[in-house]
């Protein structure tokens, strides 16, 4: 049998056109657009390379190789291929026919350093302030939605946000594909099966959340939703289960809401809607939302508490605690943007001091200047 560590090797020596990328830590994707063009991603902002493949084939030929590490197949009549290279990065290809012009070639890279919140501090994707109120928010144990579109640092926030959980706490982690890295001790990390060949074996997020709800967790950590395990979800924390961290794909903190009862729906569970909306706005506490603005930084948008659901009006309410405003161009075409307290108290503001945090100052000096009566 092949030693792991020379398989490995072997098939790094494949990628040799986009090798050094792969070892930049500087490059967060590659982006193949078939064998002669070959885009790379660098904070934020694309640029072409030279590099080259051969031909379509000897392109083809390395996605089979790299099929075979993770036990999967790509061919005519499996021509969509999701995996994980040696280091850990994600491989999204496509080949014909449904890419009669590829293959197209996707890696999203996996960095061993995680990013941590002081970090996202230096890099000015959020302040001070707002990562304490964060920390308390984790502490207090709210259920967190992370939201942003693709490429927009939600992981890189939910790695952050894990080191907020208190020592001492049992952090269970489910995903499609392994890419969370819980800074904490007392860890398990699940990830779903696809099914082999012939169908058989799969296991679903919704097979491993359910499993996990009889291992005694104390934080539950779903790496993304996308389906009917929403729902899942949202009872777990309605029922006791609280502080769970999750991401998900939405532009704005409401689309975020609607994207989440739109995959509550998805679920085999047969449930009134709006006994689904009420609990979903009951189960979900806070929205982080996240953007990768034009200039290519990505930045923390908004931290938006979710009060409830009106059956009247037939929507959501939630209610920004921390906001982006926006002050045009800097030089050489930077957004200028400060993130800061709106001057609304949060509603949740009992339940953190139940847990002994509280929000920063600036928060309640906020409201003091706006004038806003506690709630």
């Known amino acids: 049998m092949i030693p792991r ?4 090797e072997t098939l790094l020596q494949f990628f040799a056109p986009i090798r050094p990328f792969l070892e930049d830590p500087s490059v967060s994707e590659v982006m193949i657009n078939g064998p002669d063009q070959i885009f790379i991603e660098r904070k934020g902002k694309l640029y072409k390379t030279d590099a080259t ?18 036990g999967k197949q790509i061919d005519e009549s499996r021509p969509i291929l999701e995996g994980r290279l040696p280091d850990g990065s994600r491989i999204e290809a496509l080949i014909p026919p449904v890419a009669p012009e590829g293959p197209f070639v996707s890696i999203r890279r996996f960095f061993q350093e995680t990013l941590t919140v002081d970090r996202l501090i230096g890099f000015g994707s959020l302040t001070q302030d707002a990562a ?7 502490i207090a144990k ?44 007392h860890v398990l990390q699940l990830e779903a099966r696809p099914p082999d060949a012939k169908g058989r074996g799969a296991v679903t997020i919704r097979d491993l959340f359910r499993a996990t709800l ?79 603005l034009r200039d290519g930084s990505r930045k923390v948008t908004h931290i938006t508490e979710v009060l409830g659901f009106d059956t009247s009006k037939g929507e959501y309410i939630t209610q920004d605690i921390y906001a982006r405003t926006y002050g045009g ?19 949740c503001v009992s339940q953190l001091r139940e847990h002994g945090v509280d929000f920063p100052d600036t928060v309640y000096q906020a409201a003091r200047q706006a004038d806003v009566p506690s709630p």
């Open 214 to 292: 009889r291992m005694r967790p104390d934080r539950l950590v779903v790496g993304e939703i996308r389906g009917g395990e929403a729902l899942d979800l949202v009872q777990a924390m309605t029922s006791g289960h609280g502080g769970c961290l999750t991401t998900l794909h939405a532009t704005y903190p409401r689309d975020t809401l609607s994207r989440l009862e739109t995959m509550c729906m998805m679920s085999d569970i047969d449930m009134p809607l709006i006994a689904m909306r009420i609990q979903l706005a009951s189960g979900i506490n806070a929205i982080v939302q996240v953007s990768r």
């Open 53 to 70: 493949f051969d031909s379509k084939e000897s392109l083809i030929s390395v996605l089979r190789n790299a099929a075979q590490f993770v």
């Open 132 to 138: 304490q109120t964060l920390e308390a928010m984790v």
């Open 329 to 347: 161009l800097g030089p050489g075409g930077a957004i200028i943007s400060e993130f800061g307290p709106t001057g609304i108290i949060p509603h």
């Open 5 to 8: 560590e020379v398989y490995e």
């Open 142 to 185: 709210l259920n967190i939605v992370v939201a942003g579109g693709t490429g927009s640092g939600k992981t890189s926030m939910l790695n952050a946000l894990t080191a907020y959980i208190p020592e001492g706490e049992r952090v269970i982690v489910i995903e499609d594909s392994k890419e969370v890295q819980p800074q904490r001790e």
